[in-house]
């Protein structure tokens, strides 16, 4: 698996524990784990950047979140 690939992966996965966050039966605790989600997002999208730019890397990360969140 590619690098991009990998990161991309665990975009996905990070944008999945927030839907189930936003979701779930824990809602109070919730904006504490969506806010770590939304940082480690970032921290992901700024790894992408360093290898495909930017652009491409918000453009993947929107779509992630598009695919996940709705």
Do not use: P, W
């Amino acid at each position: 698996m590619s690098e991009v690939a990998l990161l991309r992966r665990q975009i996905e996965m990070e944008c999945e524990a927030m839907r189930q966050a936003m979701s779930g039966f824990r809602v109070a605790a919730s904006h504490d784990i969506i806010t770590n989600r939304y940082n480690s997002i970032g921290g992901l999208q700024e790894q992408l950047a360093a290898i495909v730019g930017e652009q491409e890397a918000a453009k993947i990360a929107v779509e992630v979140y598009i695919q996940a969140i709705g």
